[in-house]
């Protein structure tokens, strides 16, 4: 996902990008105020969050890929259900019969995060051992995340910030070697951009190896992380190095 602003107002919903089944999906339509760097005059813009899909054929798929981008690993349901707890606690309705069963399942996703009950009913206190190994569960969720964020997976193309994931760079490459002629011209973020096909290659080729590169940083770092014997060491551990520049074409 990244950011687009625009002067005018811009139609929300799905884009389809010429030449093949990709697109853009604009959403979180806002108002924000700019100043410009050099005269330091603000305006007003309408900003919107610019999600690139695969394939825009199916808007149901479309619409499941975004959320799943959005909010990953199942957080979207679990926003859902605190959000319905929260409001029924309000209500005084949770513990009516009519929500029983959501009660039950709340409850069932509430206890499977929590210290398992041992013994005479008190709560057991946690191992180093298993302390140790929940602190590495979180730092290598962490680590995946910045390695799925704008922190990584970002370049800019004369200024303007953009990522090109897998799929997309596929089609990209497609795209450029079916080519026949000697310029291409393609949209991204609704700017075109046009380089010589021998250019567009070689963009690819660098996009391809930076985000190998990456990989490799993450996957480095989640079995550093790993060998880890402490909770300190784990909690220390810095999940920002090792990343290679990021691109500037």
């Not at 604009?26 to 690139?52: C, I």
């Not at 290598?140 to 922190?151: H, K, R, V």
Request: hydrophobic fraction near 35%; glycine fraction near 6%; charged fraction near 30%.
């Amino acid at each position: 996902m990244y950011i687009q602003q625009f002067d005018t107002r811009h139609k929300l919903g799905i884009e389809r990008l010429t030449g093949d089944n990709s697109g853009r999906v604009f959403a979180n339509e806002r108002m924000v105020t700019v100043e410009d760097s050099e005269t330091g005059e603000t305006s007003a813009k309408y900003e919107y969050d610019v999600y690139e899909v695969g394939d825009v054929r199916d808007p149901k798929s479309v619409k499941d890929a975004v959320i799943s981008e959005a909010y990953p690993n199942g957080a979207e349901q679990k926003l859902l259900r605190q959000t319905l707890t929260k409001v029924l606690k309000a209500l005084g309705n949770y513990d009516s019969e009519d929500f029983a069963d959501f009660k039950r399942y709340n409850e069932l996703c509430e206890a499977i995060t929590t210290e398992t009950i041992r013994g005479n009913g008190e709560a057991a206190e946690p191992t180093e051992a298993e302390l140790l190994e929940k602190a590495k569960a979180k730092k290598i969720d962490e680590i995946s995340e910045f390695d799925s964020s704008a922190n990584v997976n970002a370049f800019t193309v004369n200024g303007i910030p953009m990522w090109l994931n897998f799929d997309l760079r596929s089609r990209l490459a497609r795209s450029v070697d079916t080519c026949k002629e000697e310029t291409m011209t393609k949209f991204f973020g609704g700017v075109p951009f046009t380089y010589p096909v021998a250019v567009w290659r070689q963009m690819i080729d660098a996009v391809e190896e930076y985000a190998d590169k990456c990989q490799t940083v993450t996957e480095t770092h989640k079995a550093e992380v790993n060998r880890l014997n402490t909770v300190a060491d784990v909690e220390a551990f810095d999940i920002t190095t090792g990343y290679p520049e990021k691109l500037a074409f």
